[in-house]
């Protein structure tokens, strides 16, 4: 078992479990026990605990985190050391990393690529902004939950040890299947190299594959080295040619061609699919033909998956061969030497005349070349005072070109091309793109979908939700009608959003109502409008004032407004005046043979008197006499037989007690 989990940190954050693991770091579920929610604990490994350089790494991890306040980046809540641990406590993100949701779904479609991609744009742009270089951005180190959303993490390279990292002169460079080109070089990475990154993530969205692979890290390096990204079209021929001209341009070789920022890139992205763009010529890197490039030979090194540098062993010279080569050498050197002296006057004539003439050439035109102008800051003016302010600098203007743009006005200046800020010759062209305001776009469908599960995303993407609760046979809270409804054309942060959520159906499942009270049947029915018919009894078994039964039965369907018949108990029964039946046997003993003999029986209860005989029988042989009293609660009745002027019995007969 982990002995972290169960521990507290800081008396506050209790491990929970084990949710990830990294080459230097891992990553703990856990509960703040003062606000009472998760977090996600990125805590240094024991083993690099006392190692100076991972040290340092971590923290600075923690504290670019710590400076970032972004909706796509994960946030950073606290920062600490405990007995040599340390940790950096994160907000936990449900969901899986970007890798698992592109196994699981590739092929993607171009539309959710976009928006995934605007995310992470939006939020490296973000980080640049606070000139916080990322620099490995992967799909692993990317978190989405089941809406669509994105939160970067890992700002701070955790994999310091394992086989797909290259490391070279000590600084970690990333995971080597999105590394730019400059940092496999072993360059300085930049916000360019982030680009180079994302246009990566992207290519492996839009294909469900890497650009690069090999048998080593080394190999996969020198690819990105030599080799340009393939066009994600050669894996999926239904990516709009817009969309792929994005991915080719952020992985351009050369950063000069790359995207300048993030931002950038995401307003490409923002456009990708307007109907103007979809069939826009393909993405080409200008070649110049009078550069002369060096094309290094490099072989693959097979197997070398496990080491992060590699060593190419140098062979050394026979030094016996050597010596003969260079004695030749110097023999057909002498033997030249005198040959050679005329020709070189030549060529030295040659090349003074020619240096003399690339001097007149360049040098004298160049005092009349036209003078620097750097472009000035027109972002955010009306079109009209930028033009004024270019035209003042010298410079001429193209015609504009328009975007959508989510910050600035309808109109007014978005970007130039060239950029803001770039140096250009005098009466240069200068390209204006101006803001056609927000994108609007259509409106999504909403109707069968559960609207817990899309309470949070509505209300960050809509200026505002409004609910309506009605009586439906869709299931209770799903949503069963939208306004504005689908496809009708809107801008969402300025779209008034209204939904109907089903409360179910009016359809009652009767609950077992026996044993309650009269007030907890009338409480029930009020809250499902039921209507209620009581009627007391008397019950030996259930208590007064509790249902003793009703109709319908329990678990029976009714409908709203239906009435339902209750009796309740009005307790047990009252004693009651009672009839009691004594069978007599009057034996038949005659004096004389024969002879009849009379019976009188004489009762006193309820209704006789015992002056009068209530019976008066003759009989000729034994016989029995039913006798029958009645008898208030708590009285006592009696009877007496007399035959022929003789009493032979006088009881009396208690109330019964059942």
Known sequence: MNVMIGRRLNDRYKILKLIGSGGMANVYLAHDMILDRDVAVKMLRMDFSNDPDFVRRFQREAYSV????????????????????????????????????????????PKKVLRIMEQLTAAIAHAHHFQIVHRDIKPQNILINEDGNVKVTDFGIAT????????????????????????????????KSDIYSLGIVM?????????????????????HL????????????????????????????????????????????????????????????????????????????????EADTVVLPISKPNKQ??????????????KRKKKNSFAKFI???????????????????????????KIPDVKDMTYESAVTL?????????????LYDDEIDEGKVVKTSPNIGETVKENSYITIYKSKGKKSGEMENLKGFQYNSLKQRLDEEYKSVKTHYIESEATEGEIVDQSPNEGA??????????????????????????????????????????????????????EKGQVISQSPSSSAEVEEGETINVVISSGKPKEKTKKVTISVQVPYTPSIPNTPQVVEVFIKDKNNNGVKPAITKTITETTTIPVEVTIDPGQTASYKIVKDGQVIADRNVPYPSN
């Open 66 to 109: 710590t400076s970032l306040s972004h909706p796509n980046i994960v946030s950073s809540y606290d920062v600490g050391e405990e007995e040599g641990l340390q940790y950096i406590v994160m907000e936990y993100v449900e969901g899986e990393t970007l890798k698992e949701y592109i196994q699981r779904h590739t092929p993607i479609k």
């Open 489 to 542: 054309d809107i801008i969402q942060d300025e779209t008034a959003l209204d939904v109907w959520i089903s409360k179910g159906t009016s359809t009652i499942i009767l609950r077992d109502l026996t044993g309650l009270t009269k007030k907890d049947v009338e409480n029930y029915a009020s809250e499902n409008g039921l209507k209620l018919n009581f009627k007391e009894e008397e019950s030996e078994t259930v």
């Open 390 to 402: 270019l035209a003042s600098q010298g410079l001429k203007i193209n015609d504009p070109k328009e």
């Open 203 to 223: 290519f492996e969205l839009l294909t469900g594959k890497l650009p690069f692979s090999g048998e080593s890290a080394v190999s996969i390096a020198l690819k």
């Open 347 to 373: 060529i030295g004539t040659f090349i003074a005349l020619l240096i003399g003439g690339l001097l007149a050439i360049t040098l004298i035109p160049a005092l009349f070349l036209p003078e620097d102008v």
């Open 321 to 334: 061969k050597v010596d003969q080569a260079s004695k030749k050498a110097a023999d057909q050197k002498n």
């Open 226 to 305: 030599q080799s340009e990204v393939p066009p994600p079209t050669t894996i999926n021929p239904e990516i709009p040619q817009s969309v792929e001209n994005i991915v080719l341009k952020a992985t351009a070789k050369d950063i000069f061609y790359r995207y300048d920022t993030a931002d950038e890139m995401k307003l490409d992205l923002q456009t990708a699919l307007d109907s103007d763009r979809l069939n826009e010529k393909p993405f080409v890197i200008p070649v110049n033909e009078d550069e002369t490039k060096v094309i290094p030979i490099i072989k693959d090194i097979p197997n070398s998956s």
């Open 160 to 191: 310091a040890s394992t086989a797909a990292t290259i490391t070279q002169t000590n600084s970690v460079l990333g995971s080597v299947h999105y590394l730019s080109p400059e940092q496999a070089r072993g360059g300085v990475a930049n916000k």
